[in-house]
Structures are given as structure tokens and as C-alpha cells.
């Protein structure tokens, strides 16, 4: 097996990880969904620290400033990525995680194909399309509560969904500025904005009181060292995925990686089901076997159609 397949996997797997934690996160009385996406925002401050020791280490890789418009843009899409991890917290706290991250997942490349028609006036192939259909029904599987043959009310999908359209604005973005900037300096600038994001989220009255005002008398997440050693470890877990994943791509073959996106949706199915078995009181995933031959059904559909389109 080649290298760089294994790379791939190993961080669609730390994905998955960090959307469990996640669900923990916001769905126990851990942190609500925008303070969790405000600190989410906050942290990324820290990369730009990495600016003068990578100039010096590296002088090809210093910072350059691009245009006003451009450096707008670029703020604009990080702070817009926080606004879509907002978005998905609240999704995954009011629904399974395996049902939410895949609709997210689905919707997105969904959107993104919408913009770029919008955009660039780009059209789909018959086999993208057929790809498109696989998403529906995968999507639409893996999050349906099918009880006796009743299709019953969908706890959180219709955020997921909307959490999936900023996602997708973002990644048209985002492309759009790799076509005009560098990688670095993109990159850096969209840290920058994700941190301008979580200062944005201050500006509602309602926000400022639960970011500011976390105690309760359960939880105090301030002094909780647990929940703070969480939420790093979530962060960086995370950061090594995102590399990872970027690092196969640059020296794999995009299409084979793209379709192991998949890989992601089975591994955060296999660990809800675990945990909700082992942890309960922490986990509430249905566990059924008619549950879970529905999921797999999903995740094949979802499977063959990232093969399709990519």
C-alpha cells in the first residue's frame, strides 16, 4: 500500500476523533457551541506566532502582504469558517454525530458545485451527476430516523446543512485566493481572520454573556483543567489532521484521496456506536442493528459517489 494512502487514512481518522470530541464538548454541559467556537477562533491567533520563526528559518517562506482586496478577502473567509464551526456545534449538540457530520460532509461539495456554476459557470458531467444523486441518498440515510417504516423528525439536519453552505462559501473562497496568492500567505492571513471571526461573535449582547459567564453549577470550564486539556488536545488533534491530509495530497493522488473522505464517516460511526455502548451517560448514538445497517447502506452510497465525482 502506498504511503501516502496510509497518511491520508490516518488523518480522515483524526477528523473523526475530533468530531467526537467535539459532540462531548458541546453536548455535555463541556462548553456551549459558541464558546467553543470563539475559543476555537481565538486560538488560531497562535500560528501567526510561527511568522518571524519561519522567516528566519526559512527566508522563502516569509509573509507577503498581498493587496488590500485580496488581504479582505482572506480575513473575510476565516472569519467566516468560524461562523460555520458555530453553526456545526450546534448541529452535532442537538443531533447524533454520526448522522450530523456526514450531512455536513455531503451538503458541502452540494454548494460548492452550486457556487461554481453561479460563479464560473462550470456544468456537471453525467458521472458527477450520478455522484450527486449517491449524496442525497447517502446523506439522507444516514441521518433519516426511520422507525416502523416512518420516517420521524431530524434533530439538528437542517443546521448541518446550513453549516455545510458557509463551509462551501469558504471553500470557494479560499480556492479562489490559492489562484491569486500563496499558500502561506493565505494561510496566515485566514488565521488572522479566524481570530477577527471569534471577536465578531462579542457583538451580540446574548454571545458575550455565555462566553463571558461559563460557570454553572455542574461545570465551571474556566477552572475545570480537564475540560481545558480537552479542548487543546481537540485543537491540535485537529491541526496534525488538516497536515496530514494536505501533505498526502502532495505527494498522492488527489482523486483517490478525496474519495477516502468516506473513511471519516465510517470512523466516527464505528466510535459512537463504541462509546455509546461503553459511556452512555456521555454518548447517546442509536445502537440498533436495523440502525446500523442503515448507516452502512449510507455509507456506501456516500463512498461510491466520492469515487464518481472525484
Not at 15 to 38: E, L, Q, R
Not at 121 to 128: D, F, G, M, P, T
Not at 202 to 230: Q, Y
Not at 278 to 303: S, Y
Amino acid at each position: 500500500m502506498q504511503i501516502w494512502i496510509i497518511i491520508a487514512v490516518l488523518g480522515h481518522f483524526l477528523n473523526a476523533v475530533t468530531a467526537i470530541i467535539d459532540k462531548h464538548i458541546v453536548s455535555n454541559k463541556v462548553m456551549k457551541p459558541v464558546v467553543y467556537a470563539f475559543y476555537s477562533g481565538v486560538f488560531q491567533i497562535l500560528y501567526l506566532l510561527a511568522i518571524p520563526v519561519l522567516a528566519a528559518v526559512w527566508p522563502e517562506m516569509a509573509f507577503r502582504f498581498p493587496s488590500w482586496e485580496l488581504f479582505g478577502l482572506a480575513t473575510f473567509a476565516g472569519a467566516l469558517f468560524i461562523f460555520a464551526l458555530n453553526i456545526f456545534y450546534k448541529a452535532i449538540q442537538l443531533g447524533e454525530v454520526s448522522r450530523i457530520t456526514p450531512i455536513v460532509g455531503i451538503s458541502s461539495p452540494i454548494f460548492t458545485y452550486l457556487f461554481s456554476v453561479l460563479l464560473f459557470s462550470q456544468a456537471l458531467e453525467s458521472q458527477q451527476l450520478y455522484a450527486f444523486v449517491l449524496f442525497v441518498l447517502g446523506g439522507f440515510l444516514m441521518s433519516a430516523k426511520i422507525i416502523r417504516g416512518k420516517i420521524t423528525h431530524m434533530k439538528g439536519v437542517a443546521l448541518a446543512v446550513l453549516a455545510g453552505f458557509v463551509f462551501a462559501a469558504y471553500y470557494v473562497i479560499i480556492d479562489y485566493l490559492f489562484d491569486n496568492v500563496g499558500f502561506f500567505d493565505v494561510f496566515m492571513i485566514l488565521q488572522f481572520g479566524g481570530f477577527a471571526g471569534a471577536m465578531l461573535l462579542l457583538v451580540s449582547p446574548e454571545n458575550r454573556r455565555e462566553i463571558f459567564n461559563m460557570k454553572d453549577e455542574e461545570n465551571d470550564v474556566i477552572e475545570n483543567k480537564k475540560s481545558g486539556a480537552l479542548f487543546v488536545y481537540d485543537k491540535i488533534t485537529a491541526a496534525v489532521a488538516s497536515f496530514l491530509i494536505t501533505y498526502a495530497i502532495s505527494i498522492g493522488n488527489v482523486v483517490i484521496i478525496n474519495s477516502l473522505e468516506a473513511t471519516k464517516y465510517a470512523f466516527t460511526l464505528i466510535m459512537a456506536v463504541v462509546l455509546s455502548r461503553k459511556l452512555p451517560e456521555l454518548f447517546h448514538e442509536q445502537t440498533g442493528k436495523g440502525v446500523i445497517a442503515q448507516k452502512t447502506v449510507a455509507l456506501v452510497f456516500i463512498a461510491v459517489g466520492l469515487i464518481l465525482i472525484a
